[in-house]
């Protein structure tokens, strides 16, 4: 735990920012406010002081029996297998391993987890999957390991001790997890603008009880900032009516990264995990003496070569999120619904919408809900909406919930910041299995705690919760199963067990790649905090580029600091698709989809080589990862934006600008332009283009995919770009750019045009 603390210190430095911030403040002649504050402060630090300071206590007390485990987990790491077996290795073992002690259904945060923590207690471990590890909602969150500030706000004025009780795990939570994968996660400032006097105190309190309860885990103080130092920190942010901020700290993650490295941990530590397995349907058995029938395994499918086995297993848990009823059924047809799925949608905009190091959060939009605004791998992720929804495994962000966050963005930021629908990259909608206790009487109420039931036939369900919970939810799955089928196994060792790349991983490790292999220094600080210490793995098998500089990693797309060798390594970290890559191992289809669909071709070629995939087998992936992209990241949503602004609103100007210059590359007035119009042009200026990017360039823009640009898309896209639906096109710049270099050119004179008389 300390290594956590040691993190996020709790920093002097913060806290005399916070004195001479709020010194600005008292200085200035809202002497009312003053007397506010004061009175808050003696008034509600003391009470504060006396209700958390149990808390501290307590909190003194559970990190003595976090040393014990962690000291109990010491052992351990003296049975990690040195090689991660490979997929079929893993699923031969599947098969033929006469009986598991449990069996986990569900690659998520919440199975994954399971798996780790039963097989590091010795039970002997299956995990199936029946995507990719983290395909579901694991990879689709706001990315924060956090308390939940708000649920602490509702555990105060409710005076709901059990929401307090969850904020208080919670926050122990985040600190274990930015301890044991130091090189996936890091705390991140928040700051939470105030434009009322009188909300400032009520923030303050609120923000200094979240630190309070954190106690000792708390990641750095939170602390109070002027107008000016608000603005100067977030100079985006709307200066009118803004009083100051209250800057407080949680974590933030890679998540689908981090769900990988738990599983890969588990896969080191002897579990059998499978990913693109799916189960069917459950084995059960009855019992001789008793004759009560149970659940004692499940029949499964390798979604890749739709070959079908049983995997046998004393004890099945059910983590599969969004789908737990689904497997629920498998066990009992009776049995009542227990989740209530809920689509959240977020939006990633380029990096400049935020400043690099510090998040936002908006604690009541225009209908009530919260609204956050994060830094994250250099883009800007704005989110989330809560929908109920029905389930599904593809869920797709709609228009409406993407225009939603935009207008909310709007609110806050300065009006100077155009919010332009076209700055939307990409976009995703996960679907948040939030459970009603099928042990409670009152079947209304429903959790975002989690809810841990075993069935009458011995089936464990694990359900709801938060993915920065996701190891004190396993444990309590796994010490459920224990006590159901009276495994020999002693309690969770998973407190401080660091997670798959965290080991020799340090803040300098990039340092290290560069000088010794010669990476560039953005693509050394990506790999280091994405694979942790394996990134030397990642090193040493990528190929030289040929330039002087960076002598290795050659990029998959130029924006992006994604290698080659990623997708080499890749497929040692179980990745079967090219979703996988694009999503899940990088995060490129998260952060732009068409930089995504950029990187494809050559992901396929890569891993068509290392799989050994037919010309069929290529093109189908491909298609489906276009698919994916085109639905499930906003693609759709992006490329609609064309199609659907169809009347086209330009000044009659503009229209005639616009339609000279596409005469200019149309030149036979055909009333469209192809990739050899716009080649001949560029040509004629001197800029040299190969046939695939102009390609891609001109697909960018041929809404009706003939391979032609029609005069009509062409204006339709002019009208886009004006009305900021559509943030940048590479045609309309090349056009506008060859328009401008055509005009400047001086005519030759005819005597040196070796044609006069
Ligand atoms: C929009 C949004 C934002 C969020 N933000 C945060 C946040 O910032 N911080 C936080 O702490 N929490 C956040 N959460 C909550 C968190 O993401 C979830 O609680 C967590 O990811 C759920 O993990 P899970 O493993 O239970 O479910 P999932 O990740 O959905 O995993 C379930 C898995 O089961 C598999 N499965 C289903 N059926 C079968 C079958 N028959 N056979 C085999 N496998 C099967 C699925 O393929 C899936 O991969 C957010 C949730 C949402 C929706």
Redo the contacts with the bound molecule.
């Keep these: 735990m300390e290594g956590a603390r040691q993190a996020g210190l709790p920093n002097c430095l913060a806290f005399e920012a916070d004195a001479s911030c709020l010194d600005s403040i008292l200085h200035s002649e809202k002497m009312a406010f003053r007397r506010v504050v004061k009175g808050t402060v003696l008034l509600g630090g003391g009470a504060l002081t006396a209700v958390f300071g149990i808390a501290q206590l307590a909190d003194y007390r559970k990190k003595q029996v976090t040393l014990g485990c962690l000291a109990a987990a010491e052992p351990w790491r003296q049975h990690i297998q040195y090689e991660l077996p490979s997929r079929e290795a893993q699923l031969l073992t599947l098969q033929n391993t006469k009986e598991f002690d449990i069996l986990i259904?569900?690659?998520?945060?919440?199975?994954?987890g399971c798996a780790l923590d039963a097989v590091s207690r010795g039970l002997k471990t299956a995990l199936?999957?029946?995507?990719?590890?983290?395909?579901?909602?694991?990879?689709?969150?706001?990315?924060?390991?956090?308390g939940g500030v708000r649920y602490l706000q509702k555990a105060i004025m409710n005076l709901d001790v059990e929401q307090y009780r969850l904020v208080k795990e919670?926050l122990q939570e985040r600190a274990n997890l930015l301890e044991i994968a130091p090189h996936l996660s890091s705390p991140l400032p928040i700051m939470l603008p105030v434009y009322k006097w009188w909300q400032m105190p009520y923030y303050w309190i609120g923000i200094k009880a979240y630190d309070l309860v954190a106690g000792s885990q708390c990641l750095k103080n939170s602390y109070v900032l002027s107008k000016s130092k608000a603005l100067e920190l977030f100079p985006m942010l709307k200066k009118d009516q803004l009083v100051g901020a209250i800057v407080y700290y949680d974590g933030q993650h890679n998540?689908a990264r981090m769900?990988l490295a738990i599983a890969l941990t588990a896969a080191r530590y002897g579990a059998a995990t499978a990913n693109y397995?799916?189960?069917?349907h459950l084995l059960k058995k009855t019992d001789p003496e008793s004759g009560k029938v149970h659940v004692c395994g499940a029949r499964c499918k390798d979604v890749l070569t739709e070959q079908e086995f049983d995997v046998k297993a004393k004890c099945v848990i059910n983590?599969?999120?969004?789908?737990t009823d689904?497997?629920r059924r498998m066990d009992n047809q009776e049995v009542e619904n227990i989740c209530q799925p809920?689509?959240?949608?977020?939006i990633v905009m380029p990096g400049y919408y935020s400043p690099d190091n510090m998040g936002l959060l908006d604690p009541a939009t225009s209908d009530g809900r919260v609204i956050f605004f994060l830094p994250w791998e250099k883009m800007t992720i704005a989110?989330?909406t809560d929908t109920p929804t029905e389930v599904t495994?593809h869920p797709i962000p709609r228009e409406e919930d993407i225009n939603f966050i935009l207008t909310e963005v709007r609110n806050y930021l300065s009006t100077d910041v155009a919010v332009r629908r076209g700055d939307v990259q990409a976009a995703w909608?996960?679907?948040?299995?939030l459970v009603i206790d099928p042990n409670s009487k009152d079947t209304q109420s429903i959790a975002r705690n989690h809810v841990v039931h075993v069935s009458e036939s011995g089936l464990v369900t694990?359900?709801?919760?938060?993915?920065?919970?996701?190891r004190s939810m396993a444990e309590e799955a796994v010490d459920a199963a224990i006590k159901a089928h009276n495994f020999k196994a002693g309690s969770s060792r998973t407190i401080g067990l660091v997670l798959e790349g965290g080991n020799d991983w340090t803040p300098t490790l990039y340092i290290r790649l560069a000088q010794d292999y010669g990476l560039e220094i953005e693509v050394a600080k990506h790999l280091a905090s994405a694979y942790g210490d394996k990134a030397l793995e990642v090193a040493k098998i990528a190929k030289v580029t040929g330039k002087r500089w960076p002598i290795v990693g050659r990029r998959l797309v130029s924006e992006f600091p994604y290698i080659e060798a990623e997708v080499r390594y890749a497929i040692k970290e179980y990745a079967c698709t090219a979703i996988d890559v694009i999503s899940r191992r990088t995060r490129l289809a998260f952060l732009n989809v068409q930089a995504a669909e950029e990187a494809l071709p050559r992901i396929v070629e890569i891993m068509g080589k290392e799989l050994q995939w037919s010309e069929q087998k290529k093109m189908e992936e491909m298609e489906a990862a276009k698919q994916f992209l085109y639905y499930e990241m906003g693609y759709k949503a992006r490329s609609e934006q064309l199609t659907d602004q169809s009347e086209i609103s330009l000044s009659t100007s503009d229209m005639d600008r616009y339609k000279k210059r596409f005469h200019k590359f149309d030149k036979e007035k055909k009333g469209f332009i192809t990739v050899v119009d716009v080649q001949r042009v560029l040509e004629s200026i001197g800029v040299q283009m190969d046939a695939n990017t102009l390609h891609e360039i001109l697909t960018e823009v041929d809404v009706n995919k003939n391979g032609q640009v029609e005069l009509n898309e062409f204006l339709q896209l002019m009208s886009a770009v004006q009305k900021g639906y559509v943030s940048s096109s590479r045609l309309a710049a090349i056009m506008k750019t060859a328009e401008e270099n055509l005009d400047q050119r001086n005519p030759i004179p005819v005597d040196r045009s070796g044609g006069g008389v």
Aim: proline content about 3%.
């Design positions: 259904i569900g690659g998520g945060a919440t199975g994954c199936v999957e029946r995507e990719d590890f983290s395909s579901g909602t694991s990879s689709r969150s706001t990315k924060l390991i956090h919670a998540d769900n397995t799916e189960v069917l983590a599969t999120g969004p789908s689904s497997v809920s689509a959240g949608v977020h989110g989330t495994h909608s996960g679907i948040r299995p694990i359900a709801g919760g938060k993915w920065t919970t996701y």
